[in-house]
């Protein structure tokens, strides 16, 4: 599976877009050490950075998946994006990607200095699994750590819903999540956590309050769709910020075809915008 992804994304990936530069690095942390890969738009110091977490189902991607993703994001933003090569299940059901990208973040705002990142102008986001995860790591931030997270992107995550319009409409694989695959995903990252229901992944009926503004990007033809309206809604009831875009015509991934499909390249630009907003301005 990992293999089939990899390269079926590598030609989405291409061709390469250039930045200043793109250096992978290892962060040593708590739980063992973490491959990172840190794209910059530009010289110098102290610029505002955003940690991507990358899609897959907490079971497939990598830094290299996701790898065009990250540019057009650090490009189009002018903030650092940080790639985390968090560990993947099933070999690592929750919460060790969970606890990984915690102890990154954390590292991350403490050394900033040593990565060229302005600590107060940090954010967090991802895409599918991957949004699922930043929001869960922001809401553990949120607790333990509310000085670090200042702004959330998230791309078509799951959050929680069970049982919805979207997830009995777009079951076909053309909508690129079938109800089968949902299930193995699920099963993979929960491993044989005792919760009952896998409460892990419902993060909708976690208390939302105190969380940063997000962007929260959602495509029209995917059986996630409802997550994202649920979470949006969610966030506003719980007094946040949420700014809600549903891109028409694409189903679940999208994000991948910014090569060739304008609906991706304009998400991408509408994500980026969001994050220069929530990040390049000076702290308060």
């Not at 390469?16 to 793109?22: A, N």
């Not at 991607?61 to 993947?88: E, F, K, T």
């Not at 690129?176 to 009926?205: H, I, M, V």
Request: net charge negative.
């Amino acid at each position: 599976m990992r293999s089939a992804y990899e390269t079926e994304r590598s030609w989405w990936n291409r061709p390469v877009i250039d930045l200043h530069s793109v250096t992978d690095m290892v962060l040593e942390l708590e739980d063992g050490p973490v491959g990172i890969r840190v794209y910059r738009p530009e010289a110098g110091a102290s610029l505002p950075a955003l940690m991507f977490l990358h899609g897959g189902g907490f079971v497939v991607g990598s830094l290299d998946s996701h790898d065009r993703i990250m540019r057009q994001l650090c490009r189009r933003s002018g903030a650092v994006v940080v790639g985390v090569d968090y560990p993947l299940s099933p070999e690592n059901p929750h919460p060790a990607a969970l606890d990984r990208i915690e102890q990154a973040l954390v590292a991350l705002a403490d050394g900033a200095d040593a990565h060229g990142i302005d600590p107060g102008r940090l954010g967090i986001g991802g895409d599918s699994s991957g949004a699922h995860l930043a929001l869960a790591a922001a809401l553990r931030l949120r607790d333990s750590r509310p000085d670090v997270l200042r702004f959330l992107l998230l791309y078509y995550g799951l959050y929680g819903v069970e049982e919805s319009e979207s997830h009995r409409r777009f079951t076909d694989p053309a909508y690129g999540l079938t109800p089968d695959e949902l299930q193995f995903y699920r099963s993979s990252y929960l491993g044989s956590e005792p919760a009952p229901g896998g409460k892990a992944l419902d993060l909708l009926t976690s208390d939302l309050a105190g969380l940063p503004p997000a962007f929260v990007g959602a495509a029209a033809l995917d059986p996630l769709l409802d997550d994202s309206l649920a979470l949006s809604d969610a966030l506003r009831n719980a007094g946040g910020q949420a700014d809600l875009r549903v891109y028409d015509g694409v189903p679940h991934g999208f994000l991948h075809w910014s090569r060739l499909v304008p609906t991706a390249v304009q998400a991408l630009e509408d994500g980026a915008r969001a994050v220069a907003a929530g990040l390049l301005r000076p702290p308060s």
